[in-house]
């Protein structure tokens, strides 16, 4: 056969070949799906997927990011990015967590938890996770706890005023606790319980209390200073309304004797501060981890404005277990 023969038949299978390859990986494009765009990094659904697979065992080992609802429309997705935005933030900052920085952080859990290596990987088999993954997860980890350091906790701040409020509502049931108050009164003549508006005359009450302008219609509220006051002295019906409220906060209007009446806590006391003084550190834990929960999500919110974000299928769904 001519050498035309040979060379004719050896483009035909470089064709054929290619066409296959092709075909294959137009298939595979159609099988892992782009979900989202973070700048210029893909999430595919197959990322997206693996991260809901294992989404518990994510939770195990890093349970100060993998903490939210995961009902909520493209969380799985989200985290992914979130990742990605603060390990660009804490870039921008010089600050890379490196794979020595990782293996020391792996390691310090083995020598605390008694493990050697083949223990290690067995237990991550167990939890359908690879050693690969985890490693990723750690690194996740240590980036999340520099970031939150630098650019979380300086914002937040727990006032010991925020202290006692909290203890005082965790306290609104005990009876083994007393209160002495600051009060200062405010009543209005009604008819029936039903013929002024509460809502409204509390509304009235606090912008007095704040302005000192009253509207017409609310021209006869009488405002009473009443001073110091150990809880014992005040009616049964009166210490329940005051008991869960903190101070600077205003009670609902109660009816009694023809009269609307909320009281303005100036001070609150508990009688039994030691109570107090010991429950400071756990309230202030609780406390922080609410409010950098809050300011966690203003801030990502915030900075997600300054990255070209885009999502495809709206709403995405990721495949469940």
Request: glycine share 2%; proline share 2%.
């Amino acid at each position: 056969m001519s050498k035309q023969y040979y060379f004719f038949k050896l483009l035909s299978l470089s064709f054929l070949s290619f066409s296959i390859l092709t075909s294959l990986k137009s298939e595979a494009v159609l099988i892992d799906k782009t979900l989202a765009i973070f700048n210029e990094q893909i999430i595919t659904q197959s990322m997206t997927q693996r991260v809901r697979d294992t989404y518990e065992t994510r939770k195990f080992l890093a349970p100060h990011i993998y903490t939210n609802d995961t009902s909520k429309p493209n969380y799985f997705i989200d985290l992914i990015i979130n990742r990605f935005l603060i390990r660009d933030k804490l870039k921008k900052a010089g600050i890379e967590i490196s794979d020595r920085a990782v293996d020391d952080r792996i390691n310090m859990i083995k020598s605390n938890f008694k493990l050697n290596h083949d223990q290690l990987l067995s237990f991550l088999d167990n939890k359908g996770i690879s050693y690969k993954e985890y490693f990723e997860v750690m690194r996740e980890g240590i980036e999340y706890q520099q970031f939150f350091l630098k650019h979380i906790t300086p914002l937040v701040n727990v006032s010991d005023q925020e202290l006692k409020n909290l203890f005082i509502k965790k306290q609104s049931t005990n009876k083994t606790i007393s209160f002495s108050y600051y009060l200062v009164s405010y009543s209005f003549q009604s008819k029936t319980e039903s013929t002024v508006n509460k809502k409204k005359l509390l509304d009235v009450i606090k912008k007095y209390h704040t302005t000192g302008i009253l509207p017409s219609s609310f021209s006869n509220l009488e405002k009473l200073d009443l001073g110091d006051l150990n809880e014992e002295a005040l009616s049964k019906n009166i210490q329940t309304i005051l008991k869960p409220l903190g101070e600077g906060e205003f009670s609902f209007p109660y009816y009694s004797n023809g009269k609307l009446t909320s009281f303005f806590i100036k001070e609150k006391n508990l009688k039994e501060s030691n109570s107090f003084k010991n429950s400071k550190k756990v309230l202030k834990e609780e406390l922080f981890g609410k409010k950098s929960k809050k300011v966690m999500t203003s801030w990502i919110k915030r900075e997600r404005n300054q990255y070209h974000i885009k999502y495809f299928l709206n709403p995405l769904k990721v495949k469940s277990k």
